[in-house]
């Protein structure tokens, strides 16, 4: 069984793959090194012939918080950004040819949410909870992780979940389309392996065939961005992540108070 180092622990129970990120202290919570770990994961399930790739959360208590906040201070490797790291990882996810799906067991937010919105599949458990709130620090999000959540929950829902940064509860993520199926905490692990090794009996070629297919299809019918529309994201993004207002989301978040955002 292969073994990737640090904070994605790598698992095989036959021809599933189980990806666990395993950082409790910080409910499993994202740094550079875990984000490049989650990539290489994926990419290793590609050459090792996986035909169904599960992704969760070590404990009982969280899917994962997102990219921890402490560890945006400053840059990462080479000068990275933490928007761009998780952007590439979420790129590597998207790409595994066989399905994917999201055991959300708990808390999923930021990174961790947009995470199990990349997977093709996602069950909960029934004390999960989703939110995507980088209002509240002053990030604006990429908009390639936010095309994510218009094709899963449309327009109206993506607004208020962006917008408001509010978490949500399993049953509303059911109800607008974010999650496929909740499950009771003691039966919600063994209902996302069960679905899992359903799709790993099937054949391999026909399952990623059809994955392939349809997001050839899904992605048809998006026009995408144009160099200037791409140039005006990156330069509203940039502007955020060297903004005031963001030094000052990190702050009130560690010192667990609501923060006082001046626009700048």
């Not at 984000?35 to 050459?47: D, G, P, T, W």
């Not at 560890?71 to 996810?93: K, Q």
Request: hydrophobic share 45%; aromatic share 4%; charged share 25%.
């Amino acid at each position: 069984m292969p073994s990737v180092p640090g904070r994605i622990r790598v698992e095989d129970r036959g021809h599933v793959r189980i990806l666990t990120i395993d950082n409790p202290g910080k409910r499993n919570a994202f740094d550079y090194g875990s984000l490049a770990e989650l990539s290489e994961a994926c990419a290793r399930a590609a050459v090792d012939g996986v035909r169904c790739l599960v992704v969760r959360g070590a404990g009982e208590q969280a899917f994962s918080a997102g990219f921890d906040i402490d560890a945006m201070e400053g840059d990462g490797p080479g000068g990275d950004r933490p928007d761009l790291a998780t952007e590439r990882a979420m790129e590597a996810v998207g790409s595994v040819p066989c399905p994917t799906v999201a055991f959300v067991n708990g808390a999923a937010f930021g990174a961790g949410c947009e995470l199990a919105a990349t997977c093709d599949l996602r069950i909960a458990s029934e004390g999960a909870r989703l939110a995507m709130p980088p209002a509240k620090l002053g990030v604006v999000y990429a908009a390639a992780g936010i095309r994510r959540f218009l094709a899963l929950v449309g327009p109206a829902h993506t607004r208020e979940m962006f917008f408001t940064g509010r978490p949500i509860d399993a049953a509303k993520a059911l109800s607008i389309g974010l999650v496929d199926r909740v499950a009771p905490p003691a039966d919600a692990e063994a209902a996302a392996l069960a679905l899992a090794e359903e799709i790993a009996g099937n054949a391999p070629i026909a399952v990623q065939g059809m994955k392939r297919i349809l997001r050839l299809l899904e992605a048809s019918h998006e026009r995408g961005l144009t160099d200037a529309e791409r140039d005006e994201v990156a330069a509203l993004r940039s502007r955020a992540f060297d903004s005031d207002d963001l030094r000052e989301g990190r702050a009130a978040w560690a010192a667990r108070r609501p923060p006082r955002f001046r626009g700048a």
